[in-house]
């Protein structure tokens, strides 16, 4: 039975629609209003709430990256334990949850009119969570409804006079109809089911979502999926917006409500999708990785590769046969880095991806790669004569540590004697960029040979935006490979800018 808790139990067959019926119309109403979700938003912590339910907004300070509308907009999460500041820029409405509150309010009223007229009388049995302050007296409502169990639940949710927390007591009008109710309410969730399964389908994979997470542009999708459509691009697979920060999904919280919809109604299709994952994972890159050590490469940028030796060329064969088209780059250390008996490898590396092979007659192959994300070296084997290492994904820590870090460094006080390298800390993340970006300028208008066209049209003119800049810039710029090298393991697109700027400050001081 109903018991007013959050998460209600559930059998491999979900919930029960009669037994259940209360719980099953609480996964379609607001926590906050107790109304059906009205354009309901999924905030960064996973938690939903209709748009209208969204606290007072106030102004963010010193906060300059990423550029996105909305972020300088902030408000305090009214869920508990989350409590954090939420920037409004990251809460769309969400898309999924959007369209299925419509297709159930449609499928409900249109219901209504075709169940036979089964009189319920339905009883609100308040169930606070807790003492809420102001709420004096709060009289528990009763209505009476037709329509089934899950229909008339839902109807009295629609009026607003059901609370989220609460449980409901039903009893049948006339007598000797119950058997006629559960039957209808059967019914309702058998199609009301069949309804909304196609909106939990993610589309990239057109399964049912595992462990969805949901983007700043509303869209939902497996974390996996997701994940692996932001190695290759920066824009939402659904609506091809540019998300800013591709490589910090795997910090975000799952969607809630999602989730609860798929473990409350489709149990058994959660079974089958996670049984599938597990045997991905079997295969997974990330436990048995090809390793190439050879040289820098990074995340979104090209890598052009000549493959002679035949350990390598026998490497290259297996993931093209398998399909992955995968496999690590590893830079080596440089003398003074390495320790006797030690690897000879960085122990940082990017995953890259086989864009395009030419293979030569004599078994010689040219590829094209480009940097997928960064990887930081476990445990190495070696197999047929390459290398191949358990590794763990190394990504970005979220916006919002990023934009915690550059309000904290940039209200710093600055100190009497101050220096350009103690300056290049204190600047706003976008003005890191905007140095970079000068310097570049400056160079082509100077001709720089390392600026020369064959390497712009290599690697592209430089890109605006924050996150690839420096790695846009380790690849053209002629300077150690260490320094270079420093990126790899950085989590923040801050820290790298800074990186960046320090290397740029140092050539000019030398250029003088
Ligand atoms: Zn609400
Ligand atoms: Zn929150
Ligand atoms: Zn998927
Ligand atoms: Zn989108």
Not at 32 to 56: A, D, I, K, Q, V
Not at 77 to 85: A, D, H, L, N
Not at 217 to 245: E, I, K, Y
Not at 328 to 337: A, F, H, T, V
Request: hydrophobic residues 35%.
């Amino acid at each position: 039975m109903s018991d007013g808790t959050r998460s209600a139990t559930t059998t491999q067959q979900g919930l029960d629609a009669h037994q259940q019926a209360r719980d099953v119309v609480k996964l379609f109403q607001c926590e906050h209003c107790s109304y059906p979700l009205r354009e309901p938003m999924t905030l960064p912590c996973g938690n939903t709430l209709c748009r209208p339910c969204l606290p007072p907004l106030y102004k963010r300070e010193n906060i300059t990256y990423p550029v996105v509308e909305g972020r300088s907009e902030a408000f305090l999460c009214p869920f508990e334990p989350c409590g954090s500041e939420h920037s409004v820029g990251d809460c769309a409405t969400d898309v999924t949850l959007n369209k299925i509150g419509d297709i159930v309010k449609t499928f409900i009223s249109s219901c209504k009119s075709k169940t036979p007229e089964l009189s319920l009388l339905l009883e609100e049995k308040l169930n606070w969570p807790r003492m809420v302050e102001n709420t004096v007296e709060v009289m528990p409502r009763s209505r009476v409804l037709h329509g089934g169990r899950i229909a008339s639940t839902f109807a009295m949710a629609d009026m607003g006079e059901l609370d989220f927390h609460s449980s409901v007591a039903y009893t049948p009008i006339e007598r000797g109809v119950s058997d006629a109710i559960q039957a209808v309410d059967v019914n309702v969730l058998e199609n009301l089911k069949a309804a909304i399964r196609p909106e939990l389908e993610c589309q990239v994979c057109y399964q049912v979502m595992l462990d969805p997470s949901t983007t700043s542009c509303g869209h939902t999708f497996c974390r996996r999926c997701l994940s692996r459509a932001m190695d290759h691009s920066n824009h939402c697979p659904m609506c091809r917006r540019v998300l800013p920060l591709a490589h910090t999904q795997e910090t975000e919280s799952s969607n809630g409500r999602v989730t609860d919809l798929i473990q409350n109604l489709f149990p058994d299709l959660l079974t089958v999708r996670k049984d599938l994952a597990a045997q991905e994972d079997m295969i997974d890159e990330e436990t048995n990785l090809p390793l190439f050590p050879c040289t820098l490469a990074y995340p979104r940028m090209p890598t052009f590769l000549h493959i002679f030796e035949p350990r390598y060329r026998l490497m290259i064969r297996r993931v093209l046969e398998n399909g992955t088209r995968k496999f690590g780059m590893l830079s080596y250390k440089s003398q003074r880095e390495y320790q006797p008996g030690g690897p000879h490898w960085q122990e940082y590396g990017t995953v890259l991806f086989i864009d395009r092979v030419e293979i030569l007659p004599d078994g010689r192959s040219l590829l094209e790669t480009r940097g997928l994300y960064k990887f930081r070296v476990v445990e190495t084997a070696v197999v047929d004569g390459y290398l191949t290492g358990r590794v763990q994904r190394v990504d970005d820590i979220s916006i919002h540590e990023e934009e915690a870090i550059e309000a904290q460094e940039t209200s710093v006080a600055t100190p009497l004697e101050d220096d350009e390298l103690g300056r290049i800390q204190r600047l706003p993340t976008q003005q890191l960029l905007a140095y970079g970006l000068d310097f570049i300028r400056q160079a082509q208008g100077r001709s720089a040979r390392w600026l020369h066209q064959r390497v712009l049209a290599a690697y592209g003119q430089p890109p605006e935006d924050a996150a690839t800049f420096p790695y846009w810039l380790a690849s053209v710029l002629p300077i150690a490979e260490t320094e270079k090298y420093t990126l790899l393991p950085a989590t923040s697109v801050r820290e790298r800018l800074k990186v960046t700027a320090e290397w740029i400050h140092q050539l000019e001081q030398a250029r003088w």
